[in-house]
């Protein structure tokens, strides 16, 4: 069932962020939202995700469905190792047993299974970003929002965490929606694309079945 945002309006005091705005996202494919900063993209996440209000409109296809998210910081926690980071957001859904395997294999999906025990001041940018990845695969949502989880990064690094990240999709294509301002990098990893722009937002063009994945 698709998730369908209808004449969706918010402000900001005299600032028009959406107005009558619509949008869809499949079931089971990847969305990039591309487009400046600033322009509301984030702002959609965060409605869709129920962590900010909006003026009017509906939105449909979130019945019971729960939430994942990567953000374009990490978030680890700093006193937890990483293999803790997973753990906890695991706790109270499956026995100890079977969050030990599901931390091991998702650590070792993105290829941090020696660095479990390390805690996140130990790793690099770009090993912290990936255990993130790990971290929002691992816990059981249906849905997975994603806000420029590779932005500032070097080329050759995003090229690694890109890598990782399709690699976890593809095993269990959960509804993912990507925040970003890269033209590439949406054309790398999304289904489908819209290019958004303008005050209050609006969609220029869908870029239907892109499927890159590279």
């Known amino acids: 069932m698709p998730i369908e945002v209808r004449h969706l309006t918010k402000h ?39 962590l900010e209000p909006y003026n009017a409109g509906s939105i449909s296809g979130l019945d019971s469905k729960s939430f994942s998210y990567i953000f374009q910081e990490d978030r680890l926690m700093p006193w937890s190792t990483v293999e803790q980071n997973i753990r906890f957001v695991l706790r109270g859904r499956y026995t100890d047993t079977e969050i030990g395997k599901i931390t091991e294999q998702y650590l070792k999906m993105v290829g941090l299974e020696q660095y479990g025990h390390y805690y996140p001041r130990q790793l690099s940018g770009g ?21 420029e989880p590779f932005k500032g990064l070097d080329e050759e690094l995003k090229t690694g965490l890109v890598q990782s990240f399709i690699s976890l999709w593809q095993k269990d294509k959960r509804t ?39």
């Open 12 to 50: 900001y005091g005299e600032l028009k962020v959406f107005e009558d705005f619509c949008i869809a996202f499949e079931e089971g494919k990847i969305t990039a939202l591309l487009g400046p900063s600033g322009c509301g993209k984030t702002t959609l996440l965060n409605i869709i995700s129920g």
């Open 127 to 147: 090993m912290k970003q990936r255990a993130a990845i790990a971290r929002a695969f691992a816990y059981p949502g249906d849905i997975l929002l994603m806000d």
């Open 176 to 214: 993912a929606i990507m925040v970003t301002h890269d033209r590439e990098e949406a054309q790398r990893i999304a289904d489908d694309i819209y290019i958004l722009a303008g005050k209050p937002l609006g969609i220029e063009e869908k870029i239907v079945g892109n499927g890159k994945k590279c």
